[in-house]
């Protein structure tokens, strides 16, 4: 069965740092793997995709992700955090099938100080 | 860009009544999904839909909850008889492709 683990439950970071929020899975073939963000009371917000090639993925909002199969991890980053980032991101493992579920980890909080 | 609509944003229901969550994904999307966020908890997939059909559930998903593509527009999930437990933001969520899943903004459950 595969699972995504988020280390982080919570990180604060000041504005302008750098940040890298940790996400690890397990799945036993080539995953896709996601970033979404979701901010209060909104939706999910797709970040982010790798399905294959480049393991260094560009996505929305200045964000990347870099997948390490040998670490079995899909960390995200940013070089420099905007107080409008504060939100809480999961990362999740889809099964490269028709049906494409999901799987989420448990999400990291992120606080941005001014 | 298209965006995959729920409505009600939020549904307060009283313990053992029918709830009716509706969703209407991005038009040419063919598959169908809905995901559940319990507060404080991780987003877990409930079923997906395609071709008019469940292609896949979880153990969640059991005979109380049921998937409907009433018309060509709406997807609706069912919950017959609902419990304190199902109070949790029912997300729906569409696709064409795999690599670029569409999800709603939420309808949140309150169960009293």
């Known amino acids: 069965a595969q699972s995504v683990t988020q280390p982080d439950i919570h990180i604060t970071v000041s504005e302008g740092a750098s940040l890298e929020l940790r996400c690890n899975y397990s799945?036993?073939?080539?995953?896709?793997l996601f970033w979404y963000v979701q901010s209060p009371g909104q939706g999910l917000q797709l970040l982010l995709k790798?399905?294959?090639?480049?393991?260094l993925v560009q996505g929305i909002k200045g964000f990347e992700a870099e997948f390490k199969r040998s670490q079995s991890s899909f960390n995200l980053r940013k070089p420099s955090v905007h107080w409008s980032d504060a939100a809480e991101y999961f990362c999740a493992v889809g099964a490269q099938n028709a049906g494409n579920m999901l799987t989420f980890g448990g999400g990291t909080r992120l606080m941005v100080k001014p | 860009e298209p965006e995959v609509t729920q409505t009600p944003s939020h549904q307060v229901t009283q313990m053992g009544q029918e709830v009716i969550l509706r969703c209407v994904p991005i038009?040419?999307?063919?598959?169908f999904y809905w995901y559940r966020q319990i507060l404080g908890q991780k987003v877990e997939f409930l079923v997906s839909f395609y071709n008019n059909e469940i292609s896949e559930k979880s153990e969640i998903f059991d005979d109380q909850f049921s998937v409907e593509r009433p018309d060509g527009s709406n997807f609706t999930l069912k919950i017959r008889s609902t419990k304190l437990e199902d109070s949790a933001m029912y997300f729906c969520a569409s696709r064409v492709s795999p690599e670029k899943l569409f999800f709603g903004s939420g309808t949140q459950l309150s169960v009293l």
């Open positions: 799945y036993g073939a080539t995953p896709y």
């Open positions: 038009s040419n999307h063919l598959y």
């Open positions: 790798y399905f294959s090639g480049d393991t």
